[in-house]
T-cell receptor, first 115, second 115 residues
Framework: AQSVAQPEDQVNVAEGNPLTVKCTYS??????LFWYVQYPNRGLQFLLK??????LVKGSYGFEAEFNKSQTSFHLKKPSALVSDSALYFC?????????????FGRGTSLIVHP | GAGVSQSPRYKVAKRGQDVALRCDPI?????LFWYQQALGQGPEFLTY????????KSGLPSDRFFAERPEGSVSTLKIQRTQQEDSAVYLC?????????????FGPGTRLTVL
């Protein structure tokens, strides 16, 4: 079984400050991990993914995420937040074992960046 | 280039009516997924197609839900005798190949409201 937890329903940050959106996962094997962003009335847009290799993954719009196997985490980060980053962020996991193609998504975290 | 499109964007149905939701994936994408996203939740897997073959329908909540992709491109999700609990946003996603590392590209979704 695979699962994802996004422990914060909402994250508030001032524009220009660094932001972190947390994600922890559980899989029986090794994970593939994804972050998506959802703007109002829009579908999910892909930000970045961890497959293998370097634990620090860089993605779109200046976002990055760090895979931490010991803590089973994949937190999303950005050094300097923009008001336009305000949106809903979803973490997703797929268990690498058996090549599962079905991802499990977290409940989402609402990021609010204040001017 | 054209992304994943879905129609209609909004659908209001009276309880007991049948509805059909359409998904046009990115041209050439082999894999197609349907998800259900309830308010305040992440997307939940419904069904998966590889070309015209429906390889997994384990997420369909009842036998009132039916999906098809007869020619391996456009897909339709049909819900018969709609119930209030079917109210949700239905998301379609496609990916180029069949690997579990493939990035999924999402459509804007169809918001279904059952009265």
């Amino acid at each position: 079984a695979q699962s994802v937890a996004q422990p914060e329903d909402q994250v508030n940050v001032a524009e220009g400050n660094p932001l972190t959106v947390k994600c922890t996962y559980s899989v029986s094997g090794n994970p593939y991990l994804f972050w998506y962003v959802q703007y109002p009335n829009r579908g999910l847009q892909f930000l970045l993914k961890y497959i293998t290799g370097d634990n620090l993954v860089k993605g779109s719009y200046g976002f990055e995420a760090e895979f931490n196997k010991s803590q089973t985490s994949f937190h999303l980060k950005k050094p300097s937040a923009l008001v336009s980053d305000s949106a809903l962020y979803f973490c997703a996991v797929r268990d690498r074992t058996g090549g599962s193609y079905i991802p499990t998504f977290g409940r989402g975290t609402s990021l609010i960046v204040h001017p | 280039g054209a992304g994943v499109s879905q129609s209609p964007r909004y659908k209001v149905a009276k309880r007991g009516q049948d509805v059909a939701l359409r998904c046009d994936p990115i041209s050439g994408h082999v894999s197609l997924f349907w998800y259900q996203q309830a308010l305040g939740q992440g997307p939940e897997f419904l069904t998966y197609f590889q070309n015209e073959a429906q390889l997994d329908k384990s997420g369909l909540p009842s036998d009132r839900f039916f999906a098809e992709r007869p020619e391996g491109s456009v897909s339709t999700l049909k819900i018969q005798r709609t119930q209030q609990e079917d109210s949700a946003v239905y998301l379609c996603a496609s990916s180029l190949a069949v690997g579990s590392t493939d990035t999924q590209y999402f459509g804007p979704g169809t918001r279904l409201t059952v009265l």
